[in-house]
Structure formats: C-alpha cells, structure tokens
C-alpha cells in the first residue's frame, strides 16, 4: 500500500493550497484518513482527519480555514487550506487507518509572512 501525496508548495500568508493523498495497491477502505503536520523542531500533530461516514475532526488551530474531505470510490483524501498563517509551515503527512496504518511520505507546506 502506497499514499502518494500532492499540493504542497509555497504560498504567501492569506493565500490557499489544497493537498491530496491517494492510496495505491489495496482495495481495502480505510475507517479513517487525514493528515497530521510536523513542523521543525515540535511534534507531529493531527491536523484533520474523517471517517467513512463523513465526520470529521480537526484540531482547534485550523478550524474554519481548513476542510477535509474523502472521496471512497478514488480511495482519496484532501486537505483544502485557506487563509493560510505562517505558523501552518510544516511538512503534512497523509495518514490512513485501517488494520495496519499507512504513511504518506509528507509534503512540504511553507507559508511567508
């Protein structure tokens, strides 16, 4: 099983990306997909993350800027990000949970002031 992440980049503050995470090599459907975020020198941490019935949950930094979404059918998960602030200068990491949970192998995400 792969996740093949795309959508990093860099942007201005205020501007907006949007990251996708496809999973190859499995037919399988993960419970959860999302994306955690590790920027230098602190912890990774959950970003966003939603379930096969839809819901989500995202940390308390993003609300309101961030959306995460799932198509099943593609086995994909997106992270559309506006109105983005220095602070979310990270690498992004798809991540997907099933029996076994799958890293993607992280994006870089660099927001100037």
């Known amino acids: 099983v792969q996740l093949v992440e795309s959508g990093g980049g860099s942007v201005q503050a205020g501007g907006s990306l949007r990251l996708s995470c496809a999973a190859s090599?499995?037919?399988?459907?993960?419970?959860?997909m999302g994306w955690y975020r590790q920027a230098p020198g602190k912890q990774r941490e959950l970003v966003a993350s939603?379930?096969?019935?839809?819901?989500?949950n995202y940390a308390d930094s993003v609300k309101g800027r961030f959306t995460v979404s799932r198509d099943i059918a593609k086995n994909t998960v997106y992270l559309q990000m506006n109105s983005l602030k220095p602070e979310d200068t990270a690498v992004y990491y798809c991540n997907a949970r099933g029996p076994i949970t799958y890293w993607g192998q992280g994006t870089q995400v660099t927001v100037s002031s």
């Open positions: 090599g499995t037919l399988f459907t993960f419970g959860v």
């Open positions: 939603v379930i096969i019935g839809g819901s989500t």
